[in-house]
């Protein structure tokens, strides 16, 4: 289970711009480096990132193998209603992980 | 003639002062600082954001650790330590310190690591190992802000100035000691990159070289081969009297757990 760091505002005055801010565990295995048995380490990396905003799409980043370990995102968002934020990465070998926030919207 | 000698006498006793003076000069207090001081603005904005310090991951990891059962007797860390927020706060601060059993001082890898042998019956982890780190830095981010305050009495010293002398040695091919660059020349740059004064502030740090959290054992086998130097072996003593004059040497600084450098 990766660990993840979310920070989003517990709570927001109507159409504020919101800072969004997040950080998972993923060594981001680039698929280009070589082990000391000189077999070359297979890529294993996250691939997709996505962020629904009461299931509505807000944002979505695509990784390459040039992106370090823990990738931290953040972008920015305005806040229209109160709910759920949720994040969603995934990638190689199945790799999968959700988080949710919740913000309150006055 | 004899004004002459009495020159070059002076002179001679001059240039030794200042061979004396270059060696011992131990930073002063009041210039005593943090790596973190020397790094840019990006980086110290991601070290002071927990939610963007990726070393708090492994914080996180930490405390699911502190929380779980293990061997024989399901025993966690917080079965005998309890909250350790409380428990454990500025405990981190005051290490490595001088250990009864074995009569020389362990820093905390070895003492979380005793207190998995001990107490929980279990293995312990080895160097580097992932919870180890894990834990160390959970423990150690509970001395955040707290002064470095390592004893420093009778029993302690010799090990301090053993500590010292490994730091004044000038060792491998490039024939360097760590005082070389860390006491006399912090500041300077090494390449592209800044000397910090070396204080061991925020271990176990999260470094972007690589890509990980990693120790101060770590830290100083990576300096040593920089140095082109033979390493220590991972329970030489003399990388923990090594670590204790680190400390000894950082007095008075805060803690940072878990600091991040580039």
Redesign the interface.
């Known amino acids: 289970m990766p660990?993840t760091?979310?920070?989003v505002p517990a709570t927001a005055k109507r159409g504020e711009i919101i800072e969004i801010?997040t950080?998972i565990?993923h060594?981001?295995e680039s698929g280009f480096r070589v082990g000391p048995n000189g077999v070359p380490i297979p890529q294993d990396i996250i691939t997709l990132f996505t962020c629904t905003y009461n299931g509505e799409e807000i944002f979505r980043a695509e990784l390459s193998p040039a992106i370090?370990?823990?990738p931290?995102l953040?972008f920015f968002t305005i806040a229209c209603d109160s709910g759920t934020l949720a994040f969603h990465w995934s990638g190689d070998n199945g790799f999968a992980a959700t988080e949710t926030a919740a913000i309150a919207v006055e | 003639m004899n004004a002459l000698a009495s020159v070059l006498v002076g002179l001679t006793a001059g240039a030794m002062l200042l061979a004396v003076a270059a060696t011992a000069a131990d930073i002063p207090a009041e210039e005593r600082r943090s790596g973190y001081d020397l790094m840019s603005r990006e980086l110290k904005a991601t070290q002071d954001d927990e939610a963007a310090n990726p070393g708090m991951l492994a914080v996180l990891d930490g405390k699911a650790i502190w929380q779980r059962g293990e061997g024989a007797g399901g025993k966690s860390c917080a079965t005998c330590h309890g909250d350790a927020g409380i428990s454990m706060k500025a405990v981190a601060a005051r290490y490595p310190t001088f250990d009864n059993t074995i009569g020389r001082p362990i820093d905390l890898e070895q003492r979380i690591n005793r207190c998995r042998s001990e107490h929980q019956q279990v293995a312990p982890l080895p160097f580097e190992h992932k919870d180890l780190l894990a834990l160390a830095a959970y423990v150690a981010h509970q001395s955040k802000e707290q002064p470095i305050s390592v004893t420093d009495d009778a029993r302690s010293r010799p090990f301090i100035e053993a500590g010292r002398e490994i730091f004044e040695l000038r060792q491998g091919q490039l024939n360097l000691s760590c005082a070389q660059c860390h006491d006399d020349n912090w500041g300077h740059h090494l390449g592209g990159a800044p000397i910090p004064q070396g204080h061991p502030t925020g271990y176990p740090i999260y470094r972007l070289e690589w890509q990980a959290l990693g120790s101060l054992l770590r830290r100083l086998r990576n300096c040593l081969i920089g140095m082109r130097a033979e390493t220590y072996p991972e329970d030489a003593p003399e990388i923990v009297a090594l670590e204790y004059y680190l400390a000894w040497r950082a007095r008075g600084l805060a803690m940072e757990t878990p600091a991040v450098r580039p």
């Open positions: 660990r760091l979310i920070k801010k950080l565990s060594p981001m370090a370990a823990n931290f953040s």
